[in-house]
């Protein structure tokens, strides 16, 4: 298989930026010429594995970020968008979406604005009471899309609220029960905790000064729904601050965003960066091991790995998943080349859909997508209950995966034969390229097809070149 050429001009010419240097002495400190810099700045030659071992030398570079990051989920949104029918016979080639996404990524987004706002339009016109009559019916990203994209384009790690979370809940001693610490920060502020039967899982009274916690939950709930309301009182000028620099289009964006941020704290402080990243390493990523040391659901603890992307310590890239019942992607994160689809399901022959049939067990795949990266994926079921006879019971499944080189660190290729056959699956059908794929639903929109009345195999038609 080949090795995929490494294209970073953009991250070159940010990182000399950022020191300072002109491109003479930045070359200079590469051992290479000025001409062999200007033209890898400018995505004309491939980075080179030497250049890559003197950033990390010279500079102290995590080489990853220049291999994984916002060019690979511009190009994989880039090229789902232009699967869209309205563009036609147009299929840029793959290489002409690289560059636009190295050296042109304001344009990129602009692009992937300007087709959401497309998709919207057509949306509107679904419903008429929607489109129609409104004066203040404009063409932009819905909230929860632009909150989406913020954290998708985040790498889902935020630094800031990461560290303040970490630092939280960690003493001179280390890691603090984190329910003692809460409940510490809440008692400084005239803030009363109580575990009761409130019919809500997390209900605070500010005018009363009272907090109360769902004692039906179960105590990984518990502990995040109070981590998560601490955030917001005791961390609402960080919060604010980052939200700020976000500069959403709407309130409701911002509000929106809000709620993740606080989630995104809670989160970090149950399961704290370094502490965690540690434990991961030692218990080679055993999930239910991970779960019963931190006090955490199995899914907490999947969400987390994959954010684990702190600047010089960061962990093993996972891409993370939930679904629902109906196949509808629900969360979604990816720190692999692999990017979910932006709109729609996965791929049916992803073992993520297989969870629900077999209730209670990890299911592992070793999987390979068409790029050829080769993969070995996690999936469970995970349950929600309400809490009481007549409450509903919410029902996901789980899928948390890495490239394979990262597998021997991880409990779940114990047994496995990592040279042997990997199944393919694909991101989303319309923009998949496969063309023989039993479980294909629709054809590739970029390619063309031919029906042969006389003749039926897998599927009804032939996808051509």
């Known amino acids: 298989m080949a090795t995929q050429k490494l294209y970073a001009g953009a991250k070159l010419r940010e990182m000399r930026g950022r020191l300072g240097l002109t491109q003479k002495l930045f070359a200079d400190k590469l051992s290479v010429s000025l001409p062999y810099l200007n033209q890898m700045e400018n995505n004309h030659r491939p980075v080179s594995a030497g250049v890559v071992l003197a950033l990390a030398q010279e500079f102290g570079l995590d080489v990853t970020e220049l291999t994984v990051g916002e060019s690979e989920r511009l190009v994989s949104d880039m090229k789902e968008a232009l699967a869209d029918p309205v563009f036609g016979a147009a299929n840029p080639p793959l290489a002409d979406l690289r560059l636009a996404a190295s050296n042109a990524p304001a344009l990129a987004r602009a692009f992937l604005d300007l087709h959401r706002a497309y998709r919207q339009t057509h949306e509107r016109l679904a419903s008429l009471d929607e489109a129609l009559g409104r004066e203040d019916a404009a ?48 008692e400084r502020r005239g803030i009363s905790l109580h575990f009761s039967d409130t019919g809500a899982m997390r209900r605070y009274d500010p005018v009363a000064k009272r907090l109360d916690v769902s004692a039906r939950s179960s105590e990984p709930t518990q502990r995040f729904q109070l981590l998560h309301q601490v955030a917001l009182i005791t961390q609402n000028d960080l919060l604010d601050a980052t939200l700020d620099l976000a500069r959403f289009h709407t309130p409701e964006a911002r509000e929106i965003a809000k709620i993740g941020l606080a989630n995104y704290f809670a989160g970090a402080a149950l399961l704290p960066y370094r502490t965690f990243l540690d434990a991961a390493g030692s218990t080679r990523h055993d999930l239910e091991r991970l779960a019963d040391l931190f006090g955490a659901s199995i899914e907490q603890v999947a969400h987390r790995l994959s954010t684990l992307q702190r600047p010089g310590a960061k962990g093993i890239p996972f891409f993370f998943v939930r679904v629902d019942q109906a196949g509808t992607i629900t969360k979604r994160h990816s720190a692999t080349r692999l990017q979910f689809a932006r709109f729609g399901g996965a791929c049916p022959l992803w073992n993520v859909h297989q969870a629900f049939e077999t209730p209670g067990r990890f299911l592992r795949q070793l999987a390979e997508t068409p790029d050829g990266v080769r993969y070995l994926c996690l999936s469970r079921d995970v349950s ?50 496969r063309p023989d794929c039993h479980q294909r639903s629709v054809p590739p929109l970029e390619r063309r097809l031919r029906v042969n009345p006389d003749r039926r195999d897998v599927l009804p038609y032939e996808i051509l070149g």
Do not use: M
Not at 144 to 171: I, Q, S
Not at 405 to 428: M, N, T, W
């Open 139 to 186: 063409l932009r990203p819905s909230p929860w899309e632009e909150v989406r994209d913020f954290f998708h384009y985040c790498d889902n790690y935020l630094d800031a609220v990461d560290r303040a979370a970490e630092h939280f809940v960690t003493g001179p001693q280390g890691r603090r029960d984190v329910i003692q610490v809460a409940r510490e920060a809440l």
């Open 384 to 433: 929600k209950p309400g809490g009481s006879f007549h409450a509903p019971t919410r029902r996901y499944a789980i899928g948390l995966g890495c490239e394979v080189q990262h597998a021997g660190a991880l409990v779940y290729s114990d047994g496995l034969d990592l040279k042997g056959r990997f199944e393919p699956i694909g991101i989303s059908c319309r923009i998949c390229e």
